[in-house]
């Protein structure tokens, strides 16, 4: 099954074969995944729905999708896990643009539930997670069962409609283009404990495509650090504040070599291809037993980087240059 993108926007990288971009995302459709893809794919891409993050970006590493659209950051749970673990393990996959979309959930149920019969709720976890009060306060006897999308508790609920079988749960929390796509009735509409929540969405191709700077760009990496030397934190720290490299996301990942061993999945302000950034890299891989680039890519919001004085690319141009001509001194 295949749908239509229908918005138009240049996704950075060569044409895939036949002209038709494949962008596998985290389905059924009808998830907030999908809206996210609809902000970015071009006319007449293939949509491929997976059933889940780790899946989706799989398709791409083994050359079933040209891109994979997944959740990476949620503005009241953090970061998705299962994306940040996926994308810095395996073949290189490099972010190419990321997506905002604001998260409003429905509970609905099959024609013919009232909200006094519900006794199960099915939803992603994430989206348990931000309508857990809401629940316990008007459902305080309801028992969560999770799955894979709030999409795939609407499909799977209303597969269930002409069946005499046990339902898996009784109503669903999920968006509302999912209660019309699969033949439920909404009960309670923006259903939420923080009603401003949004998730952050991004898009990975094979590694090699990294867009243009455009002054309003983060940089993706995941830093390990040695694990035998006390202040190994702060020393990785320094590395982006004495070059004036601002972070707007870092979380640590076990790095799945033992107890006490951990990796950090970092979004730099700024571009791969601006000098103070390139510095802080460079600093980083002098000082840490791994570090991976995972992309340089537009903000969605725009916003500019602030750049420190002495941290302007002219600024390390002209440093780099006095030093050499020191350096040609007598030589």
């Given at each position: ?21 494949r962008i596998a995302f985290l389905g059924p459709f009808g998830t907030f995944t999908e809206q996210a893809v609809w902000q970015i794919a071009p006319a007449g891409a293939e949509l491929i729905p997976a059933a889940s993050?780790?899946q989706a970006l799989e398709a791409v590493r083994n050359g079933v999708a040209d891109r994979a659209v997944v959740p990476i950051e949620n503005s009241i749970e953090g970061g998705v896990n299962a994306t940040i673990d ?167 990942r076990p790095a799945g070599d033992g107890l006490g061993h951990y990796a950090f999945s970092i979004d730099i302000a700024g571009h791969v291809r601006e000098e103070r950034v390139q510095a802080a890299l460079v600093g ?48």
């Amino acid at each position: 099954m295949t749908q239509q993108a229908t918005t138009v926007t240049n996704i950075p990288g060569p044409p895939p074969l036949g002209g038709r971009l494949r962008i596998a995302f985290l389905g059924p459709f009808g998830t907030f995944t999908e809206q996210a893809v609809w902000q970015i794919a071009p006319a007449g891409a293939e949509l491929i729905p997976a059933a889940s993050a780790p899946q989706a970006l799989e398709a791409v590493r083994n050359g079933v999708a040209d891109r994979a659209v997944v959740p990476i950051e949620n503005s009241i749970e953090g970061g998705v896990n299962a994306t940040i673990d996926t994308l810095s393990r395996g073949e290189d996959l490099h972010i190419v643009a990321e997506m905002i979309v604001p998260v409003r959930f429905v509970l609905a149920a099959l024609p013919g539930t009232r909200l006094d019969d519900v006794r199960s709720v099915g939803t992603h976890p994430h989206a348990w997670a931000q309508c857990r009060r809401w629940a316990e306060t008007n459902l305080p006897e309801v028992v969560h069962v999770p799955t894979t999308s709030t999409a795939a508790a609407a499909e799977l609920l209303g597969s269930f409609a002409s069946e005499e079988a046990e339902r898996p749960f009784d109503a669903v929390l999920c968006n509302a283009p999912s209660v019309e796509r699969y033949g439920l009735v909404p009960l309670v509409s923006d259903v939420a404990d923080n009603p401003g929540a949004v998730t952050r969405f991004i898009m990975a191709a094979r590694s090699g495509n990294v867009p243009p700077a455009t002054g309003a760009d983060k940089t993706t990496i995941q830093v390990s650090l040695p694990s035998d030397e006390a202040g190994a934190l702060l020393m990785m720290l320094e590395q982006f504040s004495v070059r004036g490299v601002n972070l707007s996301r870092i979380e640590s990942r076990p790095a799945g070599d033992g107890l006490g061993h951990y990796a950090f999945s970092i979004d730099i302000a700024g571009h791969v291809r601006e000098e103070r950034v390139q510095a802080a890299l460079v600093g980083l891989h002098r000082t840490c037993p791994k570090v991976q680039f995972l992309g340089s890519y537009p903000r969605v919001d725009g916003i500019r980087a602030e750049i420190q004085r002495g941290t302007k690319d002219s600024d390390f141009v002209e440093a780099r240059n006095w030093v050499e001509s020191i350096a040609r001194l007598g030589a």
